[in-house]
């Protein structure tokens, strides 16, 4: 399976298929990971006219379709904009089946025409049969989303919003002691930023 330890993407992008900050695709393997990792960038999701399956336009700050995995210790923020009507959308995830997110959250600004389903932290979160999805400690920036934290939920999911109205618009920011962050380690792997969101200590903009 694929395991995805510190990674970040803070450029932009162009996409429109499977497509993710991180991850276009995590498919039927259980042991798929992303661990500590973030997307702080600019995401445009332009939809075309294939593939038939609206399943295909699924897009997501951190992976486009998770089926089957686990993300942890990880958020998505800078922006995501979607046109001709993108299919499943979200600031985590477009579409998940069977994934499991833990101590994770989503401050992305989330814009565009209509689509299928589109949510500040997943556009759907999906459980069918034994591809059960779960979410414990999901966090999310309602007001820069503007959407609730999936724009269709079938499974277990722990998902908080935060800052709404813009009451709190530093929530994620300049700290390591919100309830998101109970399992991150600031001491080895992340650090603090003071008017921004955390950052890798691997990384040279930290």
Not at 63 to 69: E, I, P
Request: glycine letters at 16%.
């Amino acid at each position: 399976g694929l395991i995805m330890n510190s990674s970040s993407f803070t450029g932009e992008m162009s996409a429109h298929t499977y497509s993710g900050g991180l991850v276009g695709l995590m498919y039927e393997n259980p042991q798929n990971v992303i661990n500590n990792s973030y997307f702080n960038g600019v995401f445009n999701i332009i939809r075309r006219t294939e593939p038939s399956d609206e399943a295909g336009f699924s897009n997501g700050g951190l992976v486009g379709l998770l089926y089957g995995g686990t993300i942890n210790n990880s958020y998505s923020a800078g922006s995501i904009t979607y046109t001709n009507g993108a299919g499943y959308t979200g600031g985590l995830a477009g579409l998940t089946y069977g994934g499991l997110f833990n101590n994770v959250f989503s401050a992305s600004t989330i814009s565009g025409t209509s689509g299928t389903y589109t949510g500040a932290g997943f556009g759907a979160f999906y459980s069918t049969g034994g591809d059960t999805s779960a979410g414990t400690n999901v966090h999310y920036d309602s007001h820069l989303a503007n959407f609730n934290c999936a724009g269709f939920t079938q499974g277990n999911m722990d998902c908080s919003a935060q800052n709404a109205g813009n009451t709190a618009p530093s929530y994620f920011k300049g700290n390591s002691t919100r309830p998101v962050f109970s399992t991150w380690d600031f001491s080895t792997i992340w650090t603090t930023r003071l008017n921004g969101y955390p950052s890798l200590r691997s990384n040279t903009d930290a």
